[in-house]
């Protein structure tokens, strides 16, 4: 693919300029008829949606528990299709959201690399996803490039034929659903203490480059009282644009380099690995940053309800022993994944008054 990128990148007149453009301008574009329709960047989503798709997702995972819910869930979207273009590795996102389309009666069909489709002979990403939308309803994509799932989305909307885009990862960037199952996780997990509102979270790893802690970050201005503590190697900072939006917001964070000083005084532990992929040359990554591990010892210094979390895949940085731990949520908050993923696709598709109406 390489070799065609001089040939293939021909430049899309506008694109630059809107890119540029500050996120907050950005938003009313990828909404139709009052309700999102591309889901790009997490600072799309409002407290409203946000507790809507919670309630939406509890209600999904109800319905698939018995065989008459399940069917009926199989009958909302039968007239819709999904692709999902993966093309960085996923297990994960990529399993739930495909379970996600299944609970609801979609069919799928998956390219995961561009070995094997038309990019080898030079097509560009950009026309491979308008093809895709020639056949499908719905397009969820992962990409290594920040800013691709935008770029596919403000193309598809300018065509004959837009169909929702959802950004699956995107680079070092966002990973905007990853933060919705984050955000149902934690309201799930604190359910008994009173929910999200008022809570100190720390956010531990490579925060300069996992994007789902950036996604996260983003998301904490729809609750009230939450507090940040950053966790990383000196090399590994949260970047300054996420800080600032934090500062903008009046969100309080710190930073520190002390995973130990930091255990017993927060309520959720957000764990996460070195994102060894962005960088120049991976060869030279091969530090493991035990002082950023959680060990099994580390469990009488934490609170009895603290929530333990790692997106996952996990490396070193949750010893195996944590997993038997009742707050380690990272098993939960994985397969609640598919569940908020279903109610997302379930939200843009408008079948969610259909799955209320069996509650009321
Ligand atoms: C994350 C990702 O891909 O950003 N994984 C996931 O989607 N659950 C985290 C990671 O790869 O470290």
Redesign the pocket.
């Known amino acids: 693919m390489e070799r065609f990128a001089e040939t293939t990148r021909q430049t899309y007149e506008g694109w630059e300029e809107f890119y540029r453009k500050p996120v907050d301008e950005k938003l009313d574009f990828f909404r139709k008829d009052g309700r999102l329709f591309d889901v790009i960047f997490a600072q799309q989503f409002d407290r409203r949606f946000l507790d809507e798709l919670c309630r939406l997702a509890d209600k999904i995972r109800l319905l698939a528990k018995t065989k008459s819910g399940a069917l009926l869930l199989s009958r909302l979207l039968p007239h819709k299709r999904a692709m999902l273009y993966f093309v960085q590795p996923?297990t994960?996102?990529f399993l739930s959201f495909q379970n996600a389309c299944y609970l609801l009666g979609l069919r799928v069909s998956e390219s995961r690399g561009t070995s094997t489709s038309s990019e080898v002979k030079g097509e560009s990403p950009e026309d491979t996803i308008r093809t895709f939308a020639s056949y499908v309803d719905l397009i969820v994509c992962r990409h290594p490039e920040a800013g691709f799932a935008e770029k596919t989305a403000w193309v598809l909307n300018q065509t004959e034929r837009p169909v929702p885009v959802l950004n699956g990862?995107s680079g070092p960037d966002q990973?905007p659903t990853?933060a919705l199952l984050d955000i149902y996780t934690l309201e799930r997990e604190f359910q008994a203490t009173g929910g999200l509102d008022g809570k100190r979270i720390a956010m531990v790893g490579d925060l300069k480059r996992?994007?789902?802690v950036r996604s996260l970050s983003y998301l904490m201005k729809n609750y009230r009282g939450v507090s940040l503590t950053f966790v990383s190697p000196e090399v590994f900072r949260m970047k300054d644009d996420i800080k600032q939006f934090l500062r903008k917001h009046g969100i309080p964070f710190t930073e520190t380099d002390d995973f130990e000083s930091v255990l017993p005084h927060v309520d959720a532990i957000y764990m996460?690995?070195i994102?060894n992929e962005y960088a120049s040359d991976p060869r030279n990554e091969t530090e493991t940053y035990p002082d950023f591990h959680f060990r099994r010892e580390h469990l009488a210094r934490i609170s009895p309800h603290c929530v333990l979390m790692h997106?996952?895949?996990r490396r070193y940085e949750i010893e195996v022993a944590v997993d038997k731990d009742p707050r380690a949520a990272y098993w939960r908050q994985e397969r609640n994944g598919m569940w908020i993923r279903a109610a997302l696709i379930a939200h843009i598709f408008r079948a969610e008054e259909e799955i209320l109406a069996e509650f009321a």
Do not use: E, I, K, N
């Open positions: 996923s994960r996102t990862g990973h990853q996992g994007r789902t996460t690995r994102q997106p996952l895949p």
